[in-house]
């Protein structure tokens, strides 16, 4: 009972100090802060301008690299692919050539998306990412499409 009285003492003072109305209130922010100048604010900017840069020409040169390996993938798979319709006959052959129409042509659009990439500055190739995706999800569609034939 001793102990149980004990803790509730301490709750009680640790509350009552806790939630003492007079405590001195922080100070104000111009109190506390210097003032800033158009310097400060010029060699910020520069810098928040240089970190973005920097993290934008990563991002490209990682999509760069991600790109070329699936593409060289994807190329190797293509390949595959040629093998194995020529020995399709009739109407299979015919339905197979036109999606390997496709396909080809999907690829050429692919390929030339990133070389878009590696032409493409830091700060335009956002716009260039989003058409590399696109031309990518096209040519992965149309990838599958002439493999059902299989």
């Known amino acids: 009972m001793i102990s149980k009285n004990f803790k509730v003492a301490a709750f009680s003072l640790f509350a009552a100090v806790g939630c003492d109305p007079y405590q001195s209130k922080p100070a104000a922010v111009s109190e506390t802060t210097s003032t800033v100048t158009l310097e400060d604010v010029k060699r910020d900017a520069a810098k928040s301008a240089d970190t973005t840069a920097t993290y934008s020409q990563q991002n490209k040169d990682k999509l760069l690299m991600d790109m070329k390996e699936q593409m060289a993938t994807m190329e190797a798979n293509i390949e595959k692919l040629r093998l194995q319709g020529k020995d399709l006959v009739s109407d299979a052959k015919r ?11 999907k690829r050429k659009l692919a390929n030339e998306k990133l070389e878009e990439i590696g032409a493409s500055t830091s700060q335009a190739w956002g716009d260039v990412e989003k058409g590399v995706h696109s031309a990518w999800d096209e040519l992965a569609k149309a990838f599958r499409d002439a493999s059902k034939e299989f």
């Open 95 to 105: 339905n197979w050539e036109l999606k390997m129409v496709d396909l080809e042509a």
